[in-house]
């Protein structure tokens, strides 16, 4: 059984990844290369969806600089650092950027469609995130809804599912389970504003809940060690 | 009030931009360059968008032929031409792009989000085309139901529309409207094959579809005429 994997090469997507291969689907890995300040992601991408075994891996190009509107596609943004809160104001983040679940999804249809894929999986997250629209699970149900409306299967009657296994899950859950599938977590990066070397600045949303997610399990995040 | 029109340089999206004008719509344009065979709609576009008066017209590039499976993004795929059905017959033809509309709206729902628009207009037509699923009403309401969960403004509780003037009309029908508002048809390019100098090959589908739609308005197809 097919499935594509959107991939960002972060904690959450490579966990997703591993999970989706627990489940035994063929893992077609899927990662955009959308204006991030770095292409450091793009990497650690590569490297996740080699270490668990997809069965392949395509960066597509996705123009999100030419709209904007976000801190990770406009330079002149900055990333916020050392927020106390962590998004639990419920005010959403200058890292948002809009639609992106939604562009990043309707591409996962297309390939999906393509390869004649039933499933897609997506590594979103409402507990750490609840500030971003595109994380929580109404918006992955509408998804679906209207994914079965929209390709040549709708017409054949069979259904495509979105899997987002870890929806409900905090980010210390989601790392327990990565660390029993095996998952190496110092291959990942989810830092929204690596250095040159593409260390982890340790100061944004992103590293700061990685590392407290590490540090409920009694751990210390092996890509901030490393 | 400000609105996101997509426009490919055909028929259909030149009248869905002049409908749009007429409901008083600041129109914000947006052409893909996505693969066609030829670049010649996106010069159509322009031309169209001119002459239309959107307030701005952007191009992004989207990369579907990294994903191929249609006609119009893989060139080993033949376009259809001399089809006497022209799609009644249910069949969806090889010039269907997987999950196109989808991707596209998705872009429009992420400029109408950075922009602060609360409407997007989309010349899909479920009449001439049945058998594209997602030119068909009720993928569009899903996908509206959809945006409104995906971005921040669903948090508001303001709602976005997704516009689709022409989805119920004939091509005569949409010609006719086109002409009461001045459109000037010479200048758009709707043919699934064009030939090098950007003239229609009068064969595809979308060719028939139109000179028939002028010639049951009494006319000539003025874009075969030039």
Same mark, same amino acid.
């Given at each position: ?19 989706a291969r ?31 075994? +997809?069965? /392949? ?7 999100? &600089? !030419?709209?904007? *509107?976000?801190? #990770? ?56 995130y609840s ?10 149900? +509408?998804? /679906? ?7 040549? &299967? !709708?017409?054949? *009657?069979?259904? #495509? ?60 995040d092996p890509?901030?060690?490393?």
């Open positions: 059984m097919k499935a594509v994997v959107l991939l960002s090469g972060g904690l959450d997507s490579a966990t997703t990844l591993a999970i627990k489940e035994g689907f063929a893992c077609h890995a899927l990662t955009f290369r959308y204006g991030q300040r770095h292409g450091r992601e793009i990497e650690a991408a590569r490297r996740v969806a080699r270490s668990l075994g +997809a069965v /392949e891996h395509r960066v597509i190009d996705v123009d999100l &600089r !030419a709209l904007g *509107g976000s801190a #990770l596609t406009d330079a002149r943004i900055e990333v916020p650092k050392d927020r106390p809160d962590l998004g639990d104001s419920g005010e959403i983040p200058p890292t948002y950027v809009p639609a992106r679940n939604t562009i990043f999804l309707s591409y996962a249809l297309a390939w999906a469609e393509v390869m004649d894929a039933w499933d897609i999986f997506i590594g979103v997250n409402s507990t750490d500030g971003y629209p595109d994380c929580r699970p109404e918006y992955i149900n +509408a998804f /679906e809804t209207m994914a079965n409306l929209a390709t040549k &299967r !709708a017409i054949s *009657g069979c259904r #495509l599912s979105i899997h987002a296994p870890l929806i409900h899950w905090t980010k210390a859950q989601i790392i327990r389970r990565g660390l029993d599938l095996g998952v190496d977590y110092s291959q990942t990066l989810s830092c929204y504003d690596p250095g040159a070397e593409g260390k982890p600045c340790e100061r944004c949303d992103s590293c700061l809940l990685r590392m407290r997610g590490f540090a409920e399990n009694g751990l210390t890509a901030v060690q490393s």
